[in-house]
Nanobody
Framework: QVQVVESGGGLVQTGGSLRLSCEASGRTFIPYAMGWYRQAPGREREFVAVIRWSGDTNYADSVKGRFNISRHKVRNMVYLQMDNLNPEDTAVYYC???????????WGQGTQVTVSS
């Protein structure tokens, strides 16, 4: 069984920054990829960023140049550095940890990010 826990959300003003953290824990779990998704009220959950254990990264167009995803070199942890935030970034941010060969990974409970105008 795998547990995924996010942290680091909060309230910031437009132009501010936040750094989210996510840790996936499990006895034998080794991630193939870990990533971030977000969901605002009344909207579908959308992809934000992902990092594969190969080191490759991908970002949604809406956050390119502003967000950076990275991983811990030993632990099953990823970080999302969010800079130049705007109100459109307001959402619950969910972390997903996926093993190789799995279509859907394990989800955390989310962390709230609110950006005020």
């Amino acid at each position: 069984q795998v547990q995924v826990v996010e942290s680091g959300g909060g309230l910031v003003q437009t132009g501010g920054s936040l750094r989210l953290s996510c840790e996936a824990s499990g006895r034998t779990f080794i991630p193939y990829a870990m990533g971030w998704y977000r969901q605002a009220p009344g909207r579908e959950r959308e992809f934000v960023a992902v990092i594969r254990w190969s080191g490759d990264t991908n970002y949604a167009d809406s956050v390119k140049g502003r967000f950076n995803i990275s991983r811990h070199k030993v632990r099953n942890m990823v970080y999302l550095q969010m800079d130049n935030l705007n109100p459109e970034d307001t959402a619950v941010y969910y972390c997903n940890a996926r093993a190789y060969g799995a279509t859907n990974g394990y989800w955390g409970q989310g962390t709230q990010v609110t950006v005020s105008s």
